[in-house]
């Protein structure tokens, strides 16, 4: 079964580093996405992607944030300039449709700044 | 008032027994209305979506969309240890051409053998 992957599965990174989280979406899919989730709280959208540009991002999503897809594999988001508040878990994913009722997630980079 | 409301929890209940989670929101211009398990230390599995009001059935699992009460929910039939989980509710309108979801806290269920 196709599914959505991510390395690494915990990243623990020093406050001020700038961190890669990377994310394999499933190969016929065409829209991407990263969420997080940081402890105990919710689910929350951080940016959607479709043709090599973003499409929309929340207001968490400023300017420490960034996306890529460097090649047809690979989606990552990159954060310059960690701080504490960014430790949670970071899940991409994948859909073939714009409409993100059907995403498909990963399984989840824990980012812990200390 | 926060715009997806759900209780977290937890919810224990027997095995085999029906199983009600629920969420409600604030805002009129959702239209897709999702149900996710999550396991521990795991990413979110879409279980159902349905679009605007009505029931879908999938299995054992049933999706309710009541909009005029802004209230949805989601059954589970003859509940099996391995439906606990944290049930995650999602919600998203289409205004703009926006898809952005917005997720409940979730609701951890526990289902005893």
């Known amino acids: 079964e196709p599914e959505v992957t991510q390395t690494p599965s915990h990243q623990v990174t020093q406050m001020g580093q700038e961190v890669i989280l990377r994310c394999v979406p499933i190969?016929?899919?065409?829209?991407f996405y990263w969420y997080r989730q940081i402890l105990g709280q919710k689910v929350e959208f951080l940016v959607s992607?479709?043709?090599?540009?973003?499409?929309?991002k929340s207001e968490i999503f400023d300017d420490q944030f960034s996306v890529e897809r460097p090649d047809g594999s690979n989606f990552t988001l990159k954060i310059r300039s960690t701080k504490l508040e960014d430790s949670a878990m970071y899940f991409c994913?994948?859909?073939?449709?714009?409409?993100?009722?059907?995403?498909?997630f990963g399984q989840g980079t824990r980012l812990t700044v200390v | 008032q926060k715009e997806v409301e759900q209780d977290p929890g937890p919810l224990s209940v027997p095995e085999g027994a029906i199983v009600s989670l629920n969420c409600t929101y604030s805002n009129s211009a959702f239209q897709y209305f999702m149900w996710y398990r999550q396991y521990s230390r795991k990413g979110p599995e879409l279980l159902m979506y349905t679009y605007s009001s009505g029931n879908k059935e999938d299995g054992r699992f049933t999706a309710q969309v009541d909009k005029s009460s802004k209230y949805i929910s989601l059954f589970i039939r003859d509940s099996q240890p391995s439906d606990s989980a944290t049930y995650l509710c999602?919600?998203?309108?289409?205004?703009?051409?926006?898809?952005?979801?917005?997720f409940g806290r979730g609701t951890s269920l526990i289902v005893h053998p």
């Open positions: 994913a994948s859909s073939d449709t714009s409409a993100n009722t059907e995403a498909f």
């Open positions: 999602a919600m998203s309108s289409i205004g703009g051409g926006s898809y952005i979801p917005t």
């Open positions: 992607f479709y043709n090599n540009e973003i499409s929309e």
């Open positions: 190969s016929n899919h065409l829209y």
